[in-house]
């Protein structure tokens, strides 16, 4: 069974612009999270989405957005860039997603440098 | 489940054993987890209790859980150069997965 895929694996952007991330699950996994890890906040959660639908979200301004389509996949979008947003950006896939017996299963991120 | 601590490094020589611990908050917590992450990469996970367990061998790793203090520790035994990485906890509080801040080890050869 082929594991979680994020593209791109890298990316540069400048403030101000906007970004789009992809993240395939596992096939099968309905529930996709997202978060971000910095060196100096660790790993942050920012959303998670079950069959198409914003189920939890993190403390993150709106300018973070995402979506998930039918197939399970999910995007996630950054807009009006700020240097602060450099960042690898994790996405993780799970059956269930919130269920107390789910586990996560991470794909290897996307590199997002801010100049 | 906002609060899932970690020391942040430690470091080990070669064929010792290595303990890493986190102390978790959520006392429903019904799963916890052990990801191991290499430089550049994502989460792996290594390995995972059941909240009802107060341990889980699998090969060189053993986990110790003390629900009671809402301990969880993680040994590595004889560990390798390639057990260098950063070693996250988490929590399955059944609303959202909690992650510690992260253990870095280091294995001096």
């Known amino acids: 069974k082929a594991g979680v895929t994020q593209t791109p694996r890298y990316l540069i952007k400048t403030r101000g612009q906007q970004v789009t991330l992809s993240c395939s699950p596992i096939s099968g996994h309905r529930s996709v999270s997202w978060y971000q890890q910095t060196p100096g906040q660790g790993l942050q959660f920012l959303f998670e989405?079950?069959?198409?639908?914003?189920?939890n979200k993190g403390n993150f301004p709106g300018r973070f957005s995402g979506r998930q389509f039918s197939n399970s996949r999910s995007e996630m979008n950054v807009s009006t860039l700020e240097l602060g947003d450099s960042a690898l950006y994790l996405c993780?896939?799970?059956?269930?997603?919130?269920?107390?017996?789910?586990?996560?299963?991470f794909g290897p991120g996307t590199r997002l440098t801010v100049l | 489940g906002e609060d899932v601590e970690q020391s942040l490094f430690l470091s080990v020589r070669e064929g010792d054993s290595s303990v890493i611990n986190c102390t978790y908050t959520d006392s429903s917590s019904t799963y916890l987890y052990w990801y191991k992450q290499e430089p550049g990469a994502g989460l792996q996970l290594l390995t995972y209790?059941?909240?009802?367990?107060d341990m889980k061998q699998d090969q060189r790793l053993t986990v110790l859980l003390n629900k009671k203090d809402k301990h969880l520790s993680l040994r590595i035994a004889d560990t390798q150069t390639g057990d260098s990485a950063i070693y996250f906890c988490?929590?399955?509080?059944?609303?959202?997965?909690?992650f510690g801040t992260g253990t870095s080890l280091t294995v001096i050869p």
């Open positions: 989405y079950f069959s198409e639908t914003q189920r």
């Open positions: 993780a896939s799970s059956a269930q997603g919130t269920g107390l017996t789910d586990t996560q299963y």
């Open positions: 988490a929590e399955n509080t059944g609303n959202q997965f909690y």
């Open positions: 209790i059941f909240s009802n367990m």
